[in-house]
C-alpha cells in the first residue's frame, strides 16, 4: 500500500479521528453519530454520541460515570470478534491497559489498521494482556515516549509501600491513584505480593472498584475512609484520587504517608514538587521500551503518532526505516498519566 493511501480514508475533522468507509470515529470528542471506544477514560470515552461499539466492559464503565453511554444505542463487542461497519471490518484486541480497554483492527480493502488507544505490555492482574496485532499501519500512543522513561518491576514498587508501612506503623500510607485502572490495579498488585489487611478507599473510588469486581475482579476487603476512626486508621493504607493527597481530606488520617502510584513518579522533580514522600514508579502506559518493541513486532510500515512526546519516537522511527508521522488529535490530555 502507497503511503498517501491511508490518509485519503483515515481523516482527522473536529471530532477527531475518522474512518470513511466504515462511517465511523474512534474515541471522538461528543457529539457522534457512531463511535468506536477504545476504553472508559474520560479522555476517550466522551458523552454524547447517538452510537458506541466498544466491549461490554467499556460500556460499563461508561454506564458508571456517564449515566449511558450513548442517546440511541450501543454494541458490545468481544475481544476477538469481527464486526461489519460500512464497509470495513472491526475487531478489538486485549490493551492490556485498564478493565474492557482495547486495541481497534480495521480492515479495509487489503490493508490492515490498528488503533491501539492507551496500552501498556507490563502485567495487570486486572485486565487481560496487551495483544500484538500485525498491521500495516500502526497508530500508537506515545505518552512516555521518551528514552528516560523506563518503568521497571511494579512488584518492587509494592514491596517499597510495605516496607515504608512496616518501618512506619503508626502513619496512614495514603497514596494518590487514579480512579479507573491504577486504584484496583495497585489494590491487585497489594492482593498478591501478600497483604490481605482491609485497604481503605476515598470516596471517589468506591464505585469504579465495585464495578471490576462486579466483572470478576477480586479486591479483597475494601473499606470507606469516610466515617473510619482515626486512631482505627493507624498504620492502615488509604487510597485516594491524586487530588485529595495533597488537600485537606489527608489532615483528617493520623500522620499521613503521601505517596503516589504514577509512571509520572520516575521524574523525581515532579515528585518533589507535588509533596511526594514515597513516589511510586507504576504505569498503566507503555514505557519507551515496549513503545518501540510493540511498533517493530505489529511489523507495520508506517507509524501514527498520538497523545503525548512525538518527536523522539519519530526520530526513532525514521531509523527503523519505516514511515512515521504526528498525528495532531484535540484533547488528549490523560486523566491516567
Ligand atoms: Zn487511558
Ligand atoms: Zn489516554
Redesign the pocket.
Same mark, same amino acid.
Given at each position: 500500500m502507497k503511503p498517501a493511501q491511508f490518509d485519503s480514508w483515515l481523516t482527522v475533522d473536529r471530532k477527531g479521528l475518522y474512518c470513511r468507509p466504515g462511517r465511523f470515529h474512534i474515541d471522538p470528542y461528543g457529539g457522534a453519530k457512531r463511535a468506536v471506544v477504545t @476504553?472508559g #477514560?474520560s479522555d #476517550?470515552a466522551r458523552p454524547g454520541h447517538d452510537h458506541v461499539l466498544a466491549t461490554r466492559e467499556t460500556l460499563g464503565v461508561m454506564t458508571t460515570r456517564l449515566g449511558t453511554p450513548a442517546r440511541s444505542g450501543t454494541q458490545a463487542a468481544s475481544y476477538g470478534e469481527r464486526i461489519t461497519m460500512g464497509d470495513v471490518a472491526v475487531t478489538l484486541f486485549p490493551a492490556g @491497559?485498564?478493565l474492557g480497554s482495547a486495541q481497534v483492527l480495521i480492515e479495509w480493502q487489503d490493508a490492515r489498521v490498528v488503533v491501539s488507544g !492507551?496500552y501498556k505490555r507490563a502485567a495487570d492482574p486486572t485486565c487481560p494482556p496487551f495483544e500484538p496485532v500485525p498491521c500495516h499501519l500502526f497508530i500508537t500512543e506515545a505518552t512516555f515516549a521518551l528514552p528516560v522513561f523506563q518503568h521497571g518491576d511494579v512488584r518492587q514498587e509494592v514491596a517499597k509501600l510495605l516496607k515504608s508501612r512496616a518501618q512506619f506503623h503508626d502513619r496512614c500510607h495514603v497514596v494518590g491513584v487514579y480512579g479507573l485502572g491504577k486504584c484496583q490495579r495497585l489494590i491487585a498488585l497489594l492482593r498478591a505480593a501478600g497483604y490481605d489487611r482491609p485497604i481503605y478507599l476515598h470516596g471517589a473510588l468506591i464505585e469504579c472498584c465495585a464495578l471490576y469486581e462486579s466483572y470478576g475482579v477480586r479486591l479483597g476487603e475494601l473499606r470507606s475512609a469516610t466515617g473510619a476512626k482515626r486512631d482505627q486508621m493507624k498504620g492502615e493504607i488509604v487510597l485516594a484520587p491524586p487530588s485529595a493527597i495533597a488537600d485537606r481530606w489527608s489532615r483528617r488520617l493520623p500522620d499521613p504517608l503521601t505517596a503516589f502510584a504514577s509512571g509520572w513518579m520516575r521524574v523525581r522533580a515532579r515528585a518533589r514538587q507535588q509533596g511526594v514522600e514515597l513516589p511510586l514508579v507504576i504505569s !498503566?502506559h507503555a514505557d519507551w521500551r515496549e513503545l518501540t518493541e510493540t511498533i517493530a513486532e505489529t511489523g507495520a510500515e508506517e507509524i501514527w503518532v498520538t497523545h503525548g512526546r512525538e518527536d523522539a519516537l519519530l526520530h526513532h522511527i525514521r531509523m527503523m526505516g519505516r514511515r512515521g508521522r504526528a498525528l495532531a488529535l484535540v484533547g488528549r490530555e !490523560?486523566e491516567?498519566q
Open positions: @476504553h #477514560h #476517550h @491497559h485498564v !492507551d !498503566d !490523560d491516567d
